[in-house]
């Protein structure tokens, strides 16, 4: 088969009766036989539709012309991917200033496996097994509509929503994926059959020209983008570039956008961020808008392996990732200009030789985080987002890392930022980490303030005392510091709040400042 040739003019007859009369197996599949034409200028979107239900209906993989360059046109149409497929070096130009649907993907990756029909009546945190067995490994959803959680708080305050948890039930009736919380009455099950057999989609370039659609009050998110629910599937060498922003546009919901499903690995792909909009908040005031070239959402066990970006300390770019009602997520490798859980993550939380820019690290939910190996350089070294309450029911662990607050900025570093004065009900009980363990940190802390004492562990929380507050926050019980070198030589000071200070039991394990060397000392 080769690339590049036109289609025959009984192509599309074809295309449209392949299913009621089988055909020869071909090796590949490729778009130019479906009528594609790589030449940049022709809509090749209607064509890669074809060419992948053909692949699909016969178990084919797909590849691309390597020299082409596919034009994604303005039509409401999604290619369904089911099967390998390989882009290589080929280039695809989406232009998104005038198009037929916004909300429409370009591209889905997607099981053939039809969902499974399960009955589950109860559920218990942190449940391992149930009492049925399946034909094959699910993963599956549940949600109550009657219990709210995430209820947020701030300028895009909402009233929460509806209690979730994702997990794979295996066939032997074990559950992995920690079960956040109880169920006495489960409204929604959804399960979907895990495929065995890994799907792969390797390369491509992908070039946006961004939207430019006015400024309404709200979010108005776009999608035309790859959209993953396919369980066990792993995305390599992806590459996508965002051209063309001006100063209107609404936000992206991810153009790697990987939703409900389980095991899925972004590996050595390459996002740009995009620029920060402004909107008017849920209570009219003005608020910057998030748009994401990556998202993830209800997925167990998501993965990012050497993903990178340029420009990670660039202020006029949004955070280039966003998740939410995650389970299990590890970055290794990975340059990024900001890693974030928004609506939680449960059981491991893991970010192992990254380098985190400008927006830094930020966290809600429960479990282990653990960050190793890396740079990081937020305002905070984690920040424990305050509009879902500053919770991590959990410990974290950091080893062998490196700190610049702030990009370097001149500032008053706070190490863990955490902000909850105990009068919001955010749904759940809050927590800062019940033990944090530091073994191996350096800290930048150079540019200061000539009043500067000291970086604090801690920001202030906020009220009198949050932990007798109408909605409590239950703050660190233990902090044990090893070999901590700051730049300034000054010792760390527990936190500006004189109550949080006395609270905390911190450990001093050979930690260095300077000339000076502690060991094993308690501090308050």
């Given at each position: ?5 036109r ?5 599309s ?11 020869e ?17 022709h809509d ?10 053909h ?17 994604l046109g303005?039509?409401a ?7 390998d497929t ?6 695809f130009?989406?232009d ?28 218990h ?18 949600t109550d ?14 009233s ?8 794979i039930l ?27 057999k ?10 946006t020209?961004?939207?430019r659609m ?9 999608a ?18 965002v051209?063309?922003e ?18 899925v690995?972004l ?6 961020a ?11 005031k ?28 660039d202020?006029?770019?949004?955070g280039?990732?966003?998740?939410n ?9 990975c ?15 893991v ?17 282990l985080?653990?960050?190793?190996d890396s740079?990081l350089?937020?305002?905070?070294l984690?920040n ?5 309450g500053?919770?991590w029911?959990?410990?974290?662990v950091?080893?062998?890392?490196r ?10 570093p ?11 009900d955010?749904g ?16 930048d ?22 932990t ?8 660190c019980q233990?902090?044990t ?9 000054k010792?760390?000071?527990v ?11 911190v450990?001093?394990e ?15």
């Open positions: 088969m080769s690339f590049g040739r289609a025959l003019p009984f192509v007859l074809f295309v449209a009766f392949s299913a009621a009369f089988p055909v197996a071909e090796d590949v599949v490729a778009y130019e036989d479906y009528g594609a034409v790589g030449d940049g200028v090749d979107l209607p064509a890669i539709c074809r060419a992948h239900q692949a699909n209906a016969h178990g084919l993989p797909v590849k691309s012309n390597p020299s082409a360059t596919y034009h303005s039509n149409l999604t290619a369904i991917i089911a099967t390989d882009w290589s070096t080929s280039r130009v989406i998104d200033t005038e198009v037929e649907n916004h909300r429409k993907p370009l591209f889905e990756v997607r099981s053939l496996l039809g969902p499974e029909k399960l009955k589950i009546d109860r559920l945190r942190d449940q391992k097994q149930l009492d049925m067995r399946l034909g094959r490994d699910c993963y599956v959803a549940v509509h009657k219990i709210k959680r995430f209820i947020r708080r701030g300028l895009n305050q909402n929460g929503t509806s209690q979730r948890d994702c997990f295996h066939r032997d009736g074990s559950i992995e994926g920690d079960i956040d919380w109880d169920y006495d009455d489960v409204s929604r099950v959804e399960a979907r059959p895990i495929d065995e890994r799907l792969f989609l390797r390369g491509g370039v992908f070039t020209t961004a939207n006015k400024q309404e009050v709200g979010y108005n998110y776009w035309r983008n790859v959209q993953i629910t396919r369980s066990n599937t792993e995305v390599d060498g992806l590459t996508h570039h051209v063309g001006t100063s209107v546009g609404h936000p992206y919901s991810g153009f790697i956008s990987v939703g409900s499903c389980a095991s690995t590996r050595n792909c390459f996002a740009t995009h620029k920060t909009y402004r909107t008017i908040s849920a209570v009219g003005p608020v910057s808008m998030g748009s994401y070239d990556y998202t993830a959402n209800s997925v167990v066990n998501f993965t990012m392996i050497n993903c990178r970006m340029d420009n990670i300390t202020r006029t770019r949004w280039v990732i966003g998740t009602f995650c389970k299990n997520i590890l970055l290794e490798d340059t990024l200009n900001r890693m974030d859980t928004h609506m939680g993550v449960s059981g491991s939380y970010i192992r030789r990254c380098k985190l820019g400008y927006m830094g690290l930020n966290a809600i939910g429960r479990g985080l653990s960050v190793e740079t350089c937020g305002r905070a984690i424990f987002r305050s509009d879902y500053s919770t029911d959990g410990n974290v950091i080893r062998n890392c700190w610049v607050p702030d990009c370097g900025r001149t500032c008053r706070q190490m863990f930022g955490v902000r909850n004065d105990g009068t919001h955010f759940y009980d809050c927590f800062m980490p019940q033990q944090i363990t530091i073994d191996g940190l350096y800290v802390d150079s540019n200061h303030p000539e009043d500067y004492q000291g970086m604090y562990l801690f920001g202030d929380p906020g009220g009198s005392d949050p007798k507050s109408p909605f409590p926050y239950t703050w233990k902090v510091v090893g070999r901590l070198t700051t730049a300034s030589g010792m760390p000071r936190s500006p709040n004189a109550q949080l200070a006395a609270s905390v039991v450990l001093l050979g930690t260095t400042q300077g000339e000076t060397s502690k060991n094993s000392e308690r501090y308050d």
